[in-house]
């Protein structure tokens, strides 16, 4: 047996997309266990946030980068996640983290479901526009259900407790005491991980081509027989999906859900992580998160130095570099990092398969 026909059944398992996605979840999921072992405690919370942002940058990324529509309103998706995660955990036995995330992913596809049948009729500025309210009039349901929700105050997250099973395999692999925010920080890997294989499978499924063929040619799309407002729904519920399951996490990492923690701020920002990244790119989104969890301390400790800013001074930087960053990025690499590298990688490709004919002297 040659050696081709010997590795050829290993290559086609990883040809399979199921596979290929498996493989890099794995990778990403030790990747995070190797990160949150040989972090302290203010890095692990770190880490929390940045679970959170990517999960909520993979959703919207794909439902602007994937589908064509533009969402102004995720940080309001996000808080239907957090309140469903505050109620159902603040009981006397509340249940599994598991269930409640999957509980707020459900109460947040509905709330996605309805918006997405208004949004599906709308394009371009007037869907922004549309979604910028769902921003704005979201979060003051908080305040008017006061009884409910606690109005600005917002309600108090009980964190889950760490189970014997748990504590007891973290000291065996790591000889390291669990604590409370380690336990949230692998709450928010997990969540990270299964939310990321669904994306990666999300991508190459017959639901991600109909969604890229709406998104570059809707004539095209449609008299190919697919169903243009059903599939700009579909995007916008499973969209949402994944804002519910991100503002889970921001609540048990938060251990609060608030109004003012899910105002229009939130949600342009989540849009300039996609931005930034790469929109359709989900490495792009992992990149958009890491700047916005990473980019504020860093700007705060490079502004309070000797002779430097105030501390609420430097608070106030962090906006303003946000909106320098996005508008270099959209001047200098207007499809992001992952869109500039991936254009640089074709080039560098064609040169190297079709290398330039020396021209002849004389």
Not at 41 to 49: F, G
Not at 209 to 225: L, P, S, T
């Amino acid at each position: 047996m040659t050696t081709d026909a010997a590795t050829r059944p290993a290559k086609r398992l990883l040809d399979l997309n199921l596979t290929r996605s498996l493989l890099i979840s794995v990778a990403v999921l030790l990747l995070g266990v190797l990160l949150l072992e040989s972090t302290d405690r203010y890095t692990n919370t770190q880490l929390s946030s940045l679970a959170y942002y990517a999960i909520a940058a993979i959703g919207l990324t794909a439902l602007t980068g994937l589908n064509g529509q533009i969402s102004l309103g995720h940080g309001a998706l996000m808080a239907v996640g957090a309140y469903t995660t505050a109620l159902m955990l603040d009981t006397e036995t509340p249940l599994p983290f598991p269930v409640v995330a999957l509980a707020a992913v459900v109460v947040t596809s509905l709330v996605g479901f309805v918006v997405g049948i208004g949004a599906a009729r709308l394009h371009g500025p007037y869907l922004a526009g549309a979604t910028l309210a769902l921003a704005v009039a979201l979060p003051s349901v908080a305040l008017y259900f006061k009884g409910t929700f606690n109005g600005e105050v917002g309600l108090t997250v009980v964190q889950p407790r760490p189970p014997e099973w748990f504590v007891s395999f973290i000291d065996a692999v790591s000889g390291e005491f669990v604590t409370s925010t380690k336990y949230v920080a692998y709450l928010g890997l997990f969540c990270l991980v299964v939310a990321l294989f669904f994306a990666l499978n999300l991508r190459r499924s017959k639901i991600g081509r109909h969604w890229r063929a709406v998104r570059d040619q809707e004539v095209a799309a449609e008299i190919a027989g697919i169903n243009l407002g059903r599939t700009r729904v579909q995007a916008f519920v499973i969209s949402a999906a994944y804002a519910g399951l991100a503002g889970a996490v921001m609540a048990i990492v938060a251990r609060l859900a608030a109004p003012g923690s899910f105002s229009i701020v939130l949600s342009l920002s989540l849009l300039t992580a996609a931005v930034i990244g790469g929109l359709g790119s989900i490495t792009g989104a992992f990149i958009g998160a890491a700047v916005l969890v990473f980019l504020p301390p860093w700007v705060t400790s490079m502004s309070t130095g000797p002779g430097g800013l105030s501390d609420t001074q430097a608070a106030q930087m962090s906006p303003l570099i946000y909106g320098i960053v996005l508008v270099l990025v959209m001047l200098l690499a207007p499809g992001g990092v992952m869109g500039t590298l991936s254009t640089a990688w074709r080039r560098a490709r064609l040169r190297r398969l079709h290398p330039a004919t020396p021209t002849q002297k004389g």
